[in-house]
C-alpha cells in the first residue's frame, strides 16, 4: 500500500509519504499505526478496498488473510 510511510531514525520515528502533497490514505494510514483506535472511525470513511481490508483483517486478528489477499 504504502510503502515508505513510516520512517524509522535512531531516536524517533516520522512520516515519510511516497507522494508530494501526501495521499490522503498515506495522512490515514500514519494517523491509523499511532492511533488504531479510531479503527472504526476509519471504516466509516470511504476508503480504498485494499486500505479497508487491511484494517478489517487487523481488527479481527487475520493479517494471514491480507497477506494472501495482497500476494
Given amino acids: 500500500m ?3 510511510t513510516i ?4 531516536n524517533y520515528i516520522e512520516f515519510c509519504p511516497d507522494n508530494e502533497p501526501p495521499q490522503r490514505e498515506e495522512i490515514l494510514s ?7 483506535d479510531l479503527t472504526n472511525e476509519l471504516l466509516e470513511l470511504d476508503l480504498s ?3 479497508k481490508k487491511l484494517i478489517v ?5 487475520e ?3 491480507f497477506w494472501e489477499y495482497v500476494s
Fill in 2 to 4: 504504502f510503502v515508505n
Fill in 7 to 10: 520512517g524509522v531514525c535512531e
Fill in 30 to 36: 500514519w494517523i491509523w499505526s499511532y492511533r488504531p
Fill in 49 to 51: 478496498e485494499d486500505f
Fill in 57 to 61: 483483517y487487523y481488527k479481527s486478528s
Fill in 63 to 65: 493479517m494471514s488473510k
